[in-house]
């Protein structure tokens, strides 16, 4: 302890007698939490949360505001038929383009290449991939999951892995069924091209009440993130980030909806910024599609 402080000390003993027990508190709360599966920080709570089926326990991570609904988890290498997911008007069909053709072809018109190789993660029922097929600069589609559901020649097993990279990956409404969010986070930062762009979507937690937050809850949601908790998932993974607002925010779904675009390619950066700036909002399906309250069996997304 300095000179200076020492004086300070002494002069205000009932102070710093305050402060040392403020940071002995903090000592304890770093060392006795669980960690952060974002940040890995210690600084984490676990708080009950009452709902009308059943109660839930949260765990809070009070340094990047990651939240983590770590018993509501959901097998999905069980899932024996795509059936086991709900269509809703977000979905698309053979005559019905959904979410991640919108996403895709927002990807697209950002990376600003031809013969793309596009894959789409964790997309259920939805027939988007053949609507994504028919974009001009695309080449191929592939199918990735953690269980093949369809009778597509072009599939990865997202947990085999695969030695084929991506130009463009479209992940939608599946990064919050996430149990280890920076080793899945990882796996698809590590199938993109060095020009590649990742876009996902999901709800992106405000800091408000949680507790009255039903994305949270859906059967499957796992991983509640904040803008804090991607910048630190981006960094981790040497990844450039970016969250935009997709139109269907303006609708049922919430205001919460956020597109998470990453990327290594500092072209891919300008290429955002410039397909932004004038639009105030990103393209998506139909904005009076409702939110997906998840299948009879499960949910991805």
Do not use: W
Request: one cysteine or more.
């Amino acid at each position: 302890m300095t000179t200076r402080r020492l004086d300070r000390h002494l002069q205000h003993p009932v102070a710093a007698a305050r402060g040392a027990l403020r940071r002995a508190r903090r000592l304890v709360k770093s060392l006795g939490g669980t960690q952060c599966l974002v940040c890995g920080s210690r600084r984490t709570h676990v708080t009950t949360v009452p709902r009308k089926r059943r109660t839930y326990e949260i765990r809070v991570c009070e340094r990047c505001g990651y939240l983590s609904n770590f018993d509501n988890t959901v097998d999905y290498t069980a899932f024996d038929s795509v059936d086991n997911f709900k269509l809703t008007p977000r979905v698309g069909t053979v005559d019905h383009r959904g979410r991640e053709y919108f996403m895709a072809e927002m990807g697209v018109d950002i990376v600003r290449r031809d013969g793309l190789q596009v894959m789409v993660f964790g997309a259920g029922r939805s027939l988007d991939y053949q609507h994504i097929g028919k974009l001009p600069q695309v080449e191929r589609v592939v199918m990735s999951d953690v269980v093949e559901l369809t009778s597509e020649t072009d599939f990865i097993n997202i947990l085999d892995g695969t030695d084929e990279r991506f130009d463009l990956i479209v992940a939608c409404e599946v990064v919050e069924h996430f149990a280890d969010p920076v080793t899945e986070f990882q796996r698809l930062f590590d199938l993109l091209t060095p020009e590649g762009l990742l876009v996902c979507s999901t709800n992106i937690y405000d800091g408000g009440n949680f507790a009255k937050h039903t994305y949270l809850y859906l059967r499957g949601h796992l991983s509640y993130y904040s803008e804090a908790a991607i910048a630190h998932l981006a960094r981790k993974g040497g990844v450039h980030h970016d969250l935009r607002t997709p139109e269907i925010a303006l609708g049922k779904v919430g205001p919460r909806k956020r597109y998470l675009l990453f990327t290594r390619s500092e072209a891919n950066v300008r290429n955002t910024e410039a397909y932004f700036a004038d639009r105030q909002y990103a393209p998506s399906e139909d904005q009076t599609a409702f939110e997906d309250q998840g299948p009879t069996f499960g949910t991805v997304g």
